[in-house]
């Protein structure tokens, strides 16, 4: 079992920056980020972004370019750095982690986050 806890988000203004931070129990061979828009269904989570054990990312196409994702070996931590948000960014975004290699689909994810509200709005 693996434990992940999220940190960050809140509300901006579009064009704006926030940064997630997700602390994990223990290492994992690949780490992402979820999101589910409002309105989804509570399991209609999009992969926003994730990166591997080797530090290798993978995006949405949705947010390549405004979106980078990092990692802390050492904290056992991963970051997603968000940038240039617009209202279609709002959701609630997902710590994610599985033992794959890759993981932008949830069905390779094995354990999750309780979520953090992020909103883009003026």
């Known amino acids: 079992q693996v434990q992940l806890v999220e940190s960050g988000g809140g509300s901006v203004q579009p064009g704006g920056s926030v940064r997630l931070s997700c602390a994990a129990s223990?290492?994992?061979?690949?780490m992402a980020w979820f999101r589910r828009a409002p309105g989804q269904e509570r399991w209609g989570r999009e992969g926003?972004?994730?990166?591997?054990?080797?530090?290798?990312?993978m995006y949405a196409d949705s947010v390549k370019g405004r979106f980078t994702i990092s990692k802390d070996n050492d904290q056992n931590a991963w970051y997603l750095q968000m940038n240039s948000l617009n209202p279609e960014d709002t959701g609630i975004y997902y710590c994610?982690?599985?033992?794959?290699?890759?993981?932008?689909?949830?069905?390779?994810?094995?354990?999750w986050g309780q979520g953090i509200q992020v909103t883009v709005s003026s």
């Open positions: 926003v972004a994730g990166i591997d054990s080797d530090g290798r990312p």
């Open positions: 223990r290492s994992n061979k690949c």
């Open positions: 994610a982690a599985g033992p794959f290699a890759t993981c932008l689909d949830s069905a390779r994810i094995a354990w």
